[in-house]
């Protein structure tokens, strides 16, 4: 049996030709939804992503504001322009791209950032709202997850779900969501004593470790739902994930392949977040 591949790349598409079309419904009523993203230092692999991030507001008609500030900026400072930025009617979601320099305490910077504009779903106040079921904002990747589950038309109600991974960004909010959805959920990490032990029971596998080949077919059963997170370098210099691709894809039933996975769906789901905040706020403002 050879999985059936999810792919990232056209459900992308669909969600944010939805972003696209509520934007144009806000800009009827006199609203331009806003994003600000805040680039501290020079990080390669930041810039990447801050500029694909950018470039999919324009396109799906949100409006970008991109801030960049050289690594030696102060931790006082970026607070500062976070501030202003919460005060700035016109932004209606605020990321700063992580990681930040050594000077500067994310955490405190995330919390600094008000949690109507907190697009990203990293500040306590979101992940208080997911753990118990209020309304807030989900992280980005997880959330992508959970998309591309509903993609297949995934009941996940009484299925067993294993995370591999206890991040806050990706590990403990992917857990949080399946059990939301009525799974069974196990979080597997590095301290684990028989990973495939866990894994060969599950229904659904999301790998999120960032370290390549974790998943091997022997440790998936039959027929699994594999949504692999990792974003690696093979030998080649390859991006690869956290799944041994070529050998799970033979155990399967469905599989998410990198590139073209889970990665577009986490800039996806920040432009949802964006145009979600921005709702709110035109409906509250009409109140």
């Known amino acids: 049996m050879t999985a059936q591949l999810i792919d990232g790349n056209a459900l992308s598409k669909t969600l944010r030709a939805e972003v696209a079309t509520r934007a144009a419904a806000l800009k009827a009523r006199g609203v331009v939804p806003g994003l600000a993203v805040v680039l501290v230092g020079e990080n390669p692999a930041s810039q990447v992503y801050v500029r694909n991030?950018?470039?999919a507001c324009e396109d799906s008609g949100l409006h970008s504001v991109l801030e960049k500030y050289p690594a030696e900026l102060s931790e006082a400072d970026l607070l500062a322009r976070v501030e202003a930025l919460n005060n700035d009617p016109a932004i209606h979601g605020i990321l700063?791209?992580?990681?930040?320099?050594?000077?500067?305490?994310?955490?405190?910077?995330?919390?600094?950032?008000?949690?109507?504009k907190d697009v990203d779903g990293f500040h306590v106040a979101s992940a208080g709202a997911l753990m118990t079921g209020s309304p807030g904002f989900w992280p980005c990747t997880p959330y992508g997850c959970m998309k591309m589950l509903e993609s297949i038309g995934y009941e996940l109600r009484g299925k067993h779900a294993v995370v591999i991974g206890?991040?806050?960004?990706?590990?403990?909010?992917?857990?949080?969501?399946?059990?939301?959805?009525?799974?069974?959920v196990t979080i597997c990490h590095s301290a684990t004593a028989d990973l495939g032990a866990m894994t060969r029971q599950?229904?659904?596998?999301?790998?999120?470790?960032?370290?390549?080949n974790v998943l091997t077919a022997d440790m998936v059963k039959p027929g699994a739902v594999v949504i692999d997170v990792g974003m690696n370098r093979n030998d080649e210099g390859k991006l690869c994930g956290?799944?041994?691709?070529?050998?799970?894809?033979?155990?399967?039933?469905w599989i998410t392949p990198v590139p073209g996975g889970v990665g577009p769906m986490t800039i996806t789901m920040l432009l949802v977040n964006t145009i979600e905040a921005a709702e709110r706020t035109a409906a509250a403002s009409a109140t």
């Not at 991040?167 to 959805?181: D, T, W």
């Not at 599950?202 to 390549?212: E, L, Q, S, T």
């Not at 956290?242 to 039933?253: C, N, S, Y």
């Open 96 to 116: 700063v791209q992580l990681p930040l320099p050594a000077q500067i305490d994310a955490q405190k910077v995330i919390e600094a950032i008000a949690p109507a």
């Open 202 to 212: 599950a229904d659904v596998v999301v790998a999120a470790v960032g370290k390549r």
């Open 242 to 253: 956290d799944v041994d691709f070529a050998g799970v894809r033979e155990v399967a039933g």
């Open 53 to 55: 991030k950018v470039k």
């Open 166 to 184: 206890r991040s806050n960004i990706v590990g403990k909010p992917m857990a949080l969501m399946l059990l939301a959805q009525s799974a069974t």
